[in-house]
């Protein structure tokens, strides 16, 4: 089988004219401490820290509780990647949750992930960071209310369109422009800081008396508060869908992660400070966009310059989730769990058109149906659902095959207490405030069974689909990508 024949050629050196083409480009074949760090840092600052506060806020009903939410969402985050850490030095191989879910528990629950993620988890992200850029991108024009929500999904459906263009076209200029816009979104997070310091600095301290008042204590509202700041984090797993890119992984990986997660957790925290001592906690949830609020009080006639580096970071932010996403819908269908078109590369750009294209058109269908807090909250649930099965094939691991060798150890605890705020995290929102949503997304994973057998157990392939891949292929200039088996 395509599983099988993948486990005998040498998995850290096999690869295909298209991921040597994105490795050269954007990881440079060997990934250090430095550039890891960085890649997960400027994964998880993207959109959350600019949209989220408000939300966990709202959820929590007070300023302390809200920053007690942030730290705990930090502290989960870095136990979280520390437990990948030892599962990507077990199993030196790409592509994140769905080759550990593939390799410990097999075919079946990979191909759930990898259908779940490829139709719904990635179009999601998305859908949400390009809704947030939108956001961001059309405030200055309705100074003093909030922006018609027409023009925010119109906004964010261009954005997705001008990402499908450049990432189609050229990989060179895709990852030029995720650099570039990584220093806007420092450069406006610095701002905030030294801002809130200064506020802080003059006095400005009535949002942190009686700081406790009016806390929410339901179990399912500090769940749904959970993924709003849990968004903000997403991205702390990021190293591992590249392990085999990475220079000594088993000294890399946790480094990187005991270095970037701590960052971005401090940071966050003292911008989040910044708000609540520039905006009373009504003025922070009546805000549709938290940094433009923020700037019109602190910077006056500058403001501007808040809005556009929010704006410049979100679309940076958009396009590296773009970029990146195809890696597990690529891997999937090398492995024979996906169509054969979605890993097939443009004849002459040498890029995944066919899987970006995909993607882009189920963000697009995310957008038009959803809100950015709905499709958080959704994004979530499924994404807390995947990490709880990894994290259980780790403990399994731990347990059943000590003898496996492996470089780097967590304590088991750490795995037990991810776990447990897992299964608390999908759980939660269920149980306290049930919700039709939740049922509809749990039967579309399900209903990956339907597909599995016929498709993959039984491999029937109808005539018809191998006529539509031809067309698509034809139609888009696509051919499958060789592999090196050597």
Known sequence: ???????????????????????????????????GVSLIAGTMIGSGIFMSPEWVLHHMGSPASSLLIWAACGLLAMLGALSYAELGTIIKESGGEYIYILRIFGS???????????????????????????EYAVAPFYPGCSSPQVVIKCTAAACILILTIINCLNVRLATSIMNIFTAA??????????????????GQTQSFQNAFQNTTASI????????????????????????????????????????????????????????????TPSELLSSGAVAVTWGDKVLGNWAWLISLSVALSTF?????????????????AREGHMPDILSMAHVRCLTPSPALLFTSAMSLIMIISGSFTSIVNFFSFIAWFFYG??????????????????????????????????????????????????????LFIF?????????????????????ITLHLQLF???APTTRDAN
Request: hydrophobic share 50%.
């Open 447 to 467: 209903s990956g069974v339907i597909l599995y057998f016929p498709l993959v157990h039984f491999k029937c392939h109808p005539r018809f689909l191998q006529r």
């Open 389 to 442: 099965m990894t994290i259980s094939g780790l403990l399994y691991l731990k347990i059943k095959k000590r003898e496996l060798p492996r470089s780097y150890k967590v304590p088991i605890i750490i795995p037990i207490i991810v776990l447990m705020a897992a299964v608390y995290l999908v759980l939660a929102p269920i149980i306290d405030q049930p919700q039709m949503e939740i049922l509809y997304i749990v």
């Open 316 to 332: 940076g932010s958009s396009n590296g989730t773009f970029f990146s996403g195809g890696r597990v819908c690529y891997i999937a």
């Open 220 to 279: 399912g509202t500090v769940g749904v508060a959970f993924y709003q700041g849990l968004w903000s984090f997403d991205g702390w797993n990021n190293l591992n869908y590249v392990t085999e890119e990475l220079k000594k992984p088993e000294v890399t990986l946790p480094r990187a992660v005991m270095i970037a997660i701590p960052l971005v957790t401090c940071l966050y925290l003292l911008v989040n400070v910044s708000y609540l001592a520039a905006m």
């Open 185 to 202: 979104k420092l450069l406006a997070l610095l701002v905030i800081v030294v801002g809130g310091l200064v506020v802080l600095a003059k």
């Open 108 to 134: 079946f629950p990979a191909f759930l992930f990898a259908y779940t993620s490829v139709i719904l988890v990635r179009p999601a992200g998305l859908a949400a960071v390009c809704l947030s850029f939108a």
């Open 476 to 478: 888009l200039e696509v």
């Open 1 to 35: 089988s395509t599983m099988r024949k993948r486990k005998t050629t040498g998995s850290s050196h096999s690869s295909t004219d298209l991921s040597e083409e994105k490795e050269e480009l954007r990881l440079k074949q060997e990934v250090g401490l430095i550039s």
